[in-house]
């Protein structure tokens, strides 16, 4: 089981200095991979996103690179110098034919020096590749750190969900057994104040109602269950990513609950109630967080 929160730092040897790629992980619903290089790599901008979603799942991942190490000497641009010298003697020949066009006319043209590149694009790609290697396995490793930590925190509010259902499950009878109680004591006052009997039969049949409307045995029965699914899910979790199922068992386990709430005359119960539906939307804030 892991977080989609994490961060991880790789280099790799580049010329004379080195690529450094800090890869950095939050929530999200889906695959979004986001990349940042300097100027002169940009071009390789679309080769680190596809190395990238190779290894990635679901998250939002920022990768930023950057060089580290003495600057490479700019380059000379021959080829835009030639151009340039051409287009002014263009220039002279409609405006001054047979003036003297001296090279010093191209020491105040702009962009004639550009960045050196440090090395051809195999080898860019291979920096690249091995310091993205190096970060997402950093990333990984941290990542299960943190999934391991929620993974426990999770189990732990499994169990305290488990508890709650056990005292649930305990009250029940007793809790209906009071709601007949009261409801035959009221139904003999109100017969008391109008001075007239009630028929028995009449009373079963209200007695029946109220339990079947109280009842909540098919929803702690599909509690037990989700529960019995979670604790698998997150036993299984280290081997492929579950996230979305937890989430997704949790809103079934939530729509219980709140179902369990409703039916509930009890107040004692009623409280239950509360405190098991904050265990579980604490349980859903932290598998927002898992792959």
């Known amino acids: 089981m892991k977080s989609m929160t994490g961060f991880g730092t790789g280099d790799a ?4 200095g080195k690529l450094v790629l800090d890869a950095r992980s939050v929530n999200h619903r ?25 290894r990635l799942g679901r998250g939002r991942f920022d990768l930023s690179v950057r060089y580290e190490g003495p600057p490479p000497a700019p380059r000379f641009d021959a080829d835009r110098a030639r151009a340039l010298y051409r287009e002014l003697e263009r220039l002279r020949d409609e405006l001054a034919p047979g003036t003297e066009l001296p090279l010093s006319a191209l020491v105040g043209m ?14 860019v790609q291979q920096a690249l590749g091995a310091a993205l290697d190096a970060a997402l396995g950093a990333l ?6 943190e999934g391991e930590a929620l993974r ?10 488990r508890r709650l259902h056990g005292k649930l499950r305990e009250g029940g009878p007793s809790a209906l057994r009071a709601a007949e109680a009261r409801l035959k004591t009221r139904v003999a006052r109100l017969a008391a104040d109008v001075g007239t009997a009630v028929e028995s039969g009449r009373l079963e049949a209200e007695i029946v109602l109220l339990a079947d409307r109280t009842d909540v ?12 699914q979670l604790e698998g899910l997150l036993e299984r979790g280290e081997q492929e990513p579950c996230g979305r199922r937890l989430d997704f068992l949790l ?14 005359q009890d107040a004692e119960l009623g409280h239950l109630v509360v405190e098991l539906k904050s265990e579980i939307e604490r349980m859903r804030e932290q598998v927002q967080n898992v792959e």
Do not use: W
């Open 13 to 16: 040897p580049l010329g004379h």
């Open 30 to 54: 889906y695959l979004d991979v986001r990349v940042r290089l300097p100027g002169d790599l940009a071009d390789q901008s679309l080769f680190l996103e596809q190395r990238a979603r190779e």
């Open 110 to 123: 702009p962009d004639l020096y550009v960045p050196a590149t440090t090395a051809d694009v195999a080898i």
């Open 140 to 145: 990984e490793r941290m990542r299960k750190r």
């Open 152 to 161: 426990a925190e999770v189990l732990s509010r499994l169990g305290t969900c």
């Open 217 to 228: 045995t098919e929803e702690l029965v599909r509690l037990e269950s989700h529960f019995s």
């Open 251 to 264: 809103q079934e386990v939530a729509r219980e609950a709140n179902t369990i709430g409703a039916k509930s």
